[in-house]
C-alpha cells in the first residue's frame, strides 16, 4: 500500500492561487490547514514555495517564534518546522530545514517516495502540483476557496494537459465564508 499524495492550497473565486490573494488567514483557516499537514509525514514543494515555506515558518534560531505570529500560526509552524520536506530543484545546490533534494525523475522520484511508509505526502505550491497532476501522481485534492476575485495571477493547475474527473469527499464552510473542499480524483478523459 502506498502513501497517498495530497495536494492543499488556497484558491480564489477566479482561479488565482497567490498566496496573498484570498482572505487574510484567520484562526479558523490557520487551525484547518494546521490539522492538514498533520495527515502527513513529509512535505513536497518545488523551489519557490519551499523558500516562501521556510521564509515564514521556520524557527528562528533564537527558538521564539516571532512577534507577528499569533496562536493559531505558532501552531502550525509547530507542526511544519520538524516535518521531513522535500525540495524538487535543479537550481539549488543545497537545502537544509530537514529537507532533501529531488532534482531528477520527478515521476520515479515521487512514486518511491509514496512506496515508503507513512500517513502521507502533502504537497503545495503552483508548478510542481500540476506537473504531478499531469503525471497522476496526487491521490487528494484540498482546495479552501475563498469569496474573492483576484483578477491576477497564477491559475490554480494551469498547465494540466487532459481533463481530470474528480469525486467531492468532503465540503466545509468556513465563518469568513472560505470554503474548503476536498476532492479524489476518479477518471481522466
Given at each position: 500500500?502506498?502513501?497517498?499524495?495530497?495536494?492543499?492550497?488556497?484558491?480564489?473565486?477566479?482561479?488565482?492561487?497567490?498566496h496573498?490573494?484570498?482572505?487574510?488567514?484567520?484562526?479558523?483557516?490557520?487551525?484547518?490547514?494546521?490539522?492538514?499537514?498533520r495527515?502527513?509525514?513529509?512535505?513536497?514543494?518545488?523551489r519557490v514555495t519551499?523558500?516562501?515555506?521556510?521564509s515564514?515558518?521556520?524557527?528562528?534560531?533564537s527558538?521564539?517564534?516571532?512577534?507577528w505570529?499569533?496562536?493559531?500560526?505558532v501552531a502550525f509552524?509547530e507542526?511544519?518546522?520538524?516535518?521531513?520536506?522535500?525540495?524538487?530543484?535543479?537550481?539549488?545546490?543545497?537545502?537544509d530545514?530537514?529537507?532533501?533534494l529531488?532534482r531528477?525523475g520527478?515521476?520515479?522520484?515521487?512514486?518511491?517516495?509514496?512506496?515508503?511508509p507513512?500517513?502521507?505526502i502533502s504537497?503545495?505550491?503552483v508548478?510542481?502540483?500540476?506537473?504531478?497532476a499531469n503525471?497522476?501522481?496526487?491521490?487528494?485534492?484540498t482546495?479552501?476557496v475563498?469569496p474573492?476575485?483576484?483578477?491576477?495571477?497564477?491559475?490554480?493547475?494551469e498547465?494540466?494537459r487532459?481533463?481530470?474527473?474528480?469525486?467531492?469527499?468532503?465540503?466545509?464552510?468556513?465563518?469568513?465564508g472560505a470554503?474548503?473542499?476536498?476532492y479524489?480524483?476518479?477518471?481522466s478523459?
Open positions: 500500500m502506498t502513501q497517498p499524495l495530497r495536494y492543499g492550497i488556497n484558491v480564489t473565486l477566479d482561479g488565482c492561487v497567490h496573498e490573494a484570498g482572505l487574510p488567514p484567520d484562526a479558523e483557516s490557520m487551525a484547518f490547514w494546521t490539522d492538514e499537514l495527515r502527513s509525514d513529509s512535505l513536497l514543494y518545488g519551499y523558500e516562501l515555506m521556510e515564514a515558518w521556520r524557527r528562528p534560531e527558538g521564539e517564534w516571532p512577534d505570529m499569533d496562536a493559531s500560526e509552524s507542526v511544519m518546522d520538524p516535518m521531513r520536506k522535500y525540495v524538487v530543484s535543479t537550481e539549488l545546490d543545497a537545502v530545514w530537514n529537507a532533501s529531488v531528477e520527478l515521476a520515479a522520484a515521487v512514486q518511491e517516495l509514496k512506496a515508503q507513512g500517513r502521507g504537497v503545495g505550491g508548478q510542481l502540483p500540476t506537473a504531478l503525471l497522476g501522481l496526487i491521490d487528494e485534492f482546495f479552501v475563498h474573492v476575485v483576484a483578477g491576477r495571477g497564477p491559475r490554480l493547475l498547465g494540466v487532459e481533463q481530470m474527473v474528480f469525486q467531492l469527499v468532503e465540503r466545509r464552510e468556513l465563518a469568513s470554503t474548503a473542499q476536498r479524489r480524483p476518479v477518471a478523459a
